[in-house]
């Protein structure tokens, strides 16, 4: 059985109570991971050219997940079975769907 949500992953800074960022010891901007789930409408594996094109440009796309447009704010990351996926591109058949191209992402990669 497939999962019917996903987990839309965004960052957002860290901040005072004046709206100054927040960094670390090192000088580094805080920020924290804000996690939504949104349900799924499909998910499919990448088309065999989208593969060989994004696999000449360094990418390894994956799986194509697709969304309501009212659930995406250009996210770049999310959490499908568990996984985590780098949004490599929205795509679009019509207005009311967005499709997400995804690849997956190294456990070593922040």
């Not at 789930?37 to 060989?52: F, G, L, M, T």
């Not at 796309?61 to 009212?70: A, G, M, Q, W, Y």
């Amino acid at each position: 059985m497939h999962d019917v949500t996903c987990i839309l992953l965004s960052e957002k800074f860290t901040t005072d109570e004046n709206g100054n960022i927040l960094r670390d010891k090192n000088g580094r901007e805080k920020f924290e991971t804000i996690k939504r789930q949104v349900p799924i409408i499909s998910v499919e594996r990448v088309w065999k050219n989208e593969y060989y094109k994004g696999n000449a440009q360094g990418l390894r796309p994956s799986i194509r997940i697709k969304i309501s447009t009212l659930n995406y704010n250009d996210e770049e990351r999310l959490i499908y079975m568990n996984k985590e996926y780098e949004i490599i591109r929205p795509d679009s058949d019509n207005e009311d769907e967005v499709i997400l191209v995804c690849q997956r992402r190294s456990n070593n990669v922040k």
